[in-house]
C-alpha cells in the first residue's frame, strides 16, 4: 500500500491562505486609509471654504457698521441743525430782537450748548443758557466775538446747573453788544491805523 505524505501541501496551502489574507488586509487597510485622506481632503477645504466666508461676512459686517455710523452721524447733525432751526423760529415768534442777531446767535450756538433766552435793549444783548462744559461755553463767546454783529462779549457768570438732569450741566450768562458789519469794519481800520502809527512813531 503507497503512502503519501501530505503534510507539506497542506502547509504551504495554508500558508498561501495566510499571505492571502494579509494582501487582501493590505488592500483593505490602504482602501481605508485613502477613503480617510480623500475624507480629510474635503473636509479641510470644506473648512478653508467657510473661513473665507467668515472673512466675507465680517468685512460686510464691518461695511454695514460704518455705513450705519455715518447715517447716525447725519441724523445728529441733522438733529442739531434742527435745534437751530427751532431756536430762530421760538425766538422770531417771540420778536425777540433783530432778525440778523437771531440768523447769527443761532449759527454760531455750538452743538453743546443750549440758549434758554435772549434780551436787547439799547443795543445790549444777554443770553442765558446751558453748556456741557466751560470750554463749550468759551467757545461760544469766542465765535460770537468774531461775528459782525456783536463786539464786547463777556461773560457774566457760570455755575454748576441744579436742574436734575442725565448729564451734568454749566449755567451760563453772557453779555456783548449789537455792532452793524460797516461799524466793526470801521474800528477794525481805526484800530489798525493807530497800530501803525504807533510802530512808526
Do not use: C
Not at 11 to 31: D, I, M, P, W
Not at 33 to 61: C, F, K, M, P
Not at 65 to 72: H, M
Amino acid at each position: 500500500m503507497i503512502r503519501i505524505n501530505l503534510l507539506p501541501v497542506r502547509t504551504s496551502r495554508k500558508r498561501e491562505t495566510a499571505l492571502r489574507q494579509l494582501f487582501l488586509a493590505g488592500v483593505g487597510l490602504a482602501l481605508v486609509g485613502g477613503g480617510v485622506a480623500y475624507a480629510h481632503l474635503g473636509i479641510s477645504e470644506e473648512v478653508e471654504t467657510a473661513q473665507r466666508r467668515n472673512t466675507e461676512l465680517d468685512a460686510e459686517i464691518a461695511d454695514l457698521k460704518k455705513q450705519i455710523g455715518q447715517v447716525e452721524e447725519f441724523e445728529k447733525k441733522k438733529e442739531a441743525l434742527q435745534k437751530k432751526l427751532d431756536i430762530i423760529k421760538t425766538l422770531k415768534s417771540r420778536k425777540t430782537g433783530p432778525v440778523h442777531m437771531l440768523d447769527e446767535i443761532a449759527i454760531r450756538v455750538p452743538e453743546k450748548v443750549w440758549i434758554t433766552s435772549i434780551s436787547e435793549a439799547n443795543k445790549k444783548v444777554t443770553l442765558t443758557g446751558a453748556a456741557i462744559n466751560n470750554e463749550v461755553i468759551a467757545d461760544f463767546i469766542t465765535s460770537l466775538d468774531e461775528s459782525q454783529y456783536f463786539e464786547d462779549v463777556y461773560l457774566v457768570s457760570t455755575q454748576q446747573s441744579n436742574k436734575k438732569a442725565t448729564l451734568k450741566l454749566k449755567d451760563f450768562s453772557l453779555t456783548a453788544r449789537m455792532i452793524s458789519p460797516e461799524e466793526k469794519k470801521a474800528k477794525v481800520q481805526t484800530i489798525g491805523a493807530e497800530i501803525e502809527a504807533e510802530e512808526g512813531g
